[in-house]
């Protein structure tokens, strides 16, 4: 998701997905989300996506998932360590949820590779 850049000509994918029904959440999303959250300095934004995918796994959330496997296929983690954290999360986070998210893996990586 692009964050907040009002340079941009394009709109976020917040602002594309649901700014015309919910427009505050999508600029909350732009500019407290990616536009605060995830520029602070304290964590890098690969650590970031590391700890998003988890969480996202074991809340057992796959559409946002999706999206937050790509962002972290673009901060640096690869597709081997993405799918080894699924894999530890099947014990800490159950078995039906990383089943779901390995799935999920499988088609967002599918189609970026296509």
Known sequence: ???ANTM???PSTARAMLGDFAPKLAELTDSVL???VWERKELSKRDR?????????AMNRPEQLR???DRALDNGLTQEEL????THLAFYSG???????ITTA?????SRDA
């Open 49 to 57: 996506s590391l700890i998003t995918v988890a969480a996202l796994v």
């Open 8 to 10: 941009s000509k394009e």
């Open 95 to 101: 078995w039906p949820n990383a089943m779901t998210a």
């Open 83 to 86: 799918i080894e954290v699924i």
């Open 1 to 3: 998701m692009r964050g």
């Open 34 to 36: 990616f536009g605060d």
């Open 106 to 110: 499988r088609e967002q990586f599918a």
């Open 67 to 69: 999206f937050h496997l």
